[in-house]
């Protein structure tokens, strides 16, 4: 495949499956693996495209980052919770993701792996909507300091590609009862600090390839990756919200079996 083509394709990936309870690092080691991309060459690739992503989040909550801003510099209780709920929840993929990157780095070279992990994602994520009780919606600032704590807890489970970082802080927000709402946005805010944070550590880990362009990826495809992951992201998260309080998260239960059933059936037989 022509490389700004797989560029585009890439980059739709990200953008589609960053937010969404499906898990992104897993497509995209999966389409690497099926469509017999080199993974080394598109490493620096799929650590860039990230960060446009986490700029969609920021764009389209733009008004509550504002406004947390400006009520942290006035010392309102309301926003110095949000803040506090956010890096408390942050704290623990922070630490767990410098004490195990080795063993991480190790799970991201296994296809198989991932579609496990899909499909027995799926399957918690049917399981959880079946039988968590949702309390009524409440903005992220209301959550306990504890509650929040735990749920950053449950995102590290996400470190074994395939979970989703999204769906494991959205499902354990709903097992611990809080609102779809309330667990999407939670979900959408605690990425900020989490995708940066592992972004720019990779990038760091990776800074001589970034710097040598390694491979036949240079700077076009990942400008192009990135212009595709920002706007493809920008849609999905102002669609998601509305779409999983109409729909419940189901579907996309059913799509990470399928899509995990399929991959491992052709990677057994590979």
Known sequence: MDL???AVVLGIVEGLTEFLPVSSTGHLVLATRLFGYDLKDWEVFNIVIQLPAIMAVVVVFWPTFADVARGALRRETQ???????????????????????????????????VAIALIVGGIAII?????????????VSALPAGRSFAIGIVQCIAMI?????????????????????????????LAVPTMFGATVKQLFDNR???????????LTQIAIGSVVSFVVSLVVIRLFIGYISRHGFVP???YRIVIGSLALILLLKA
């Open 4 to 6: 700004n083509l797989t």
């Open 252 to 254: 996309f239960a059913i």
């Open 79 to 113: 926003s110095l919770h949000f803040i506090r709920n956010v890096l408390i929840a942050f704290i623990p993929a922070a630490v767990l993701g410098v004490l195990l990157k080795k063993k991480i780095d190790v799970l991201l070279e296994s296809p198989i792996v």
């Open 161 to 189: 590609p395939g979970v989703s970082r999204s769906g494991a802080t959205i499902m354990g927000a709903l097992a611990m009862g809080e609102n779809r709402r309330t667990a999407a946005e939670f979900s959408f805010f």
């Open 208 to 218: 001589h390839a970034l710097a040598a362009h390694s491979g036949s990826v240079g």
């Open 127 to 139: 399981l959880i909507e079946r039988i968590a009780r949702q309390r009524a919606y409440e903005p």
